[in-house]
């Protein structure tokens, strides 16, 4: 079985991520989607296993199996914590509406250190820029904002939101470049110091639920199991 196979017949979840998830799609933005494959398990007793992601078959289309996507997600991967909250879902089958019941068993404190390094390698890139250009790459600006918008928010209340809500309008000002650079980056300080005190009053457990996450991927495997040996 080739690998675009595996995404077209045996995605569970798929969704569409980036602008357009956010709610801060142009009419030039493109559709990023995202998804979910569960290998059927007898793959995985031969030499050569499973991809643990695969690329295509659409422009902007990327998909990783469901194991490698809980391990990411345990370890508070932001872009596959935020993958599992879109608000645009394009395709779901039962073990993907168990995945996303599982949402909860991912989220842990530990998403504010991945967050934050993730947010400061952008914040590098940016500075980067500023010092070539003169000026940051806007869109890149725009969306590290509000990737520290959902990341304080998320401690604050233990829930994860991408859409730029409220911050909507402000957030496409500094993609039209109508903010200074210094602007923009006194907003993404102010929100790492307030990303910083919500850490420790989150109602966040220290820890994702490895043994929920565990369980699940089980009974997917064997359900799996099961009915490839029904159908053969």
């Known amino acids: 079985m080739d690998d675009l196979t595996l995404v077209r017949e045996h995605t569970i979840y798929a969704c569409v991520m ?9 009419e030039a933005s493109d559709t990023d989607r995202r998804g979910v494959f569960l290998a059927p398990t007898p793959l995985f007793w031969r030499f050569q296993k499973p991809p643990t992601h695969v690329e295509g ?106 859409d730029a809500g409220p911050y909507r309008e402000e957030l496409l000002a500094v993609r039209r470049g109508e903010r200074t650079w210094e602007e923009a980056e006194a907003w993404m300080a102010r929100l790492e110091r307030e990303s910083d005190a919500a850490l420790a009053a989150s109602p966040l457990p220290e820890d994702p639920d490895h043994a929920r996450v565990d369980d699940h991927l089980h009974r997917t495997r064997l359900a799996s199991a099961l009915r490839t040996g029904r159908a053969a």
């Open 18 to 26: 980036g602008s357009r998830a956010f709610g801060l799609a142009t």
């Open 57 to 162: 078959p659409r422009d902007e289309e990327f998909s990783w199996e469901l194991e490698r996507f809980c391990e990411l997600a345990l370890r508070a991967n932001p872009n596959i914590l935020e993958c599992l909250h879109s608000p645009l879902v394009e395709h779901l089958t039962p073990a993907g509406e168990e995945l996303l019941a599982l949402r909860g068993a991912f989220l842990s404190r530990r998403a504010h250190t991945t967050f934050t390094r993730y947010a400061k390698s952008q914040h590098g890139k940016l500075l980067a820029d500023v010092r070539l250009h003169g000026a940051p790459r806007w869109k890149h600006a725009m969306h590290l904002l509000r990737l520290l918008v959902s990341c304080r928010d998320l401690l604050r209340t233990g829930r994860l939101t991408i």
